[in-house]
Nanobody, 126 residues
Framework: AVYLEESGGGPVQAGESLRLSCTIS????????LGWFRQAPEKEREGVAA????????SYADSVKGRFTISRDNNGNTLFLQMDSLKDEDSAVYYC???????????????????WGQGTQVTVLS
């Protein structure tokens, strides 16, 4: 079975930084897309960042470009999201996700990923 577990969420002051981690187990695909998504109350789930196994393709949502950085460890078992200069509107439950193919260039943040974590809450305090 494939498991994804997020950690690192919590309350943080606006302007500060937070680093999320996602531990991935049981996922052995050589071709994959790993992503971070978030969902705020009464809003739809949205993509934040994605990284592909082929040629290091990375994509960010416009709202986080220049502030968030997605990365993974060398063996692909841990996915990270470094979040800097946090804003009120970044408050949400953050999810990591994995799919068994390269990231879609046309729509890297589609919601049809194969596996999802349970989420970790990030609350930005102003």
């Amino acid at each position: 079975a494939v498991y994804l577990e997020e950690s690192g969420g919590g309350p943080v002051q606006a302007g500060e930084s937070l680093r999320l981690s996602c531990t991935i187990s049981g996922f052995y695909n050589n071709n994959y897309c790993l992503g971070w998504f978030r969902q705020a109350p009464e809003k739809e789930r949205e993509g934040v960042a994605a990284i592909s196994s082929d040629d290091g393709f990375i994509s960010y949502a416009d709202s986080v470009k220049g502030r968030f950085t997605i990365s993974r460890d060398n063996n692909g078992n841990t996915l990270f999201l470094q979040m800097d200069s946090l804003k009120d509107e970044d408050s949400a439950v953050y999810y990591c996700a994995a799919e068994r193919t390269h990231c879609s260039r046309r729509d890297p943040f589609h919601l049809g990923f194969d596996f999802w974590g349970q989420g970790t809450q990030v609350t930005v305090l102003s």
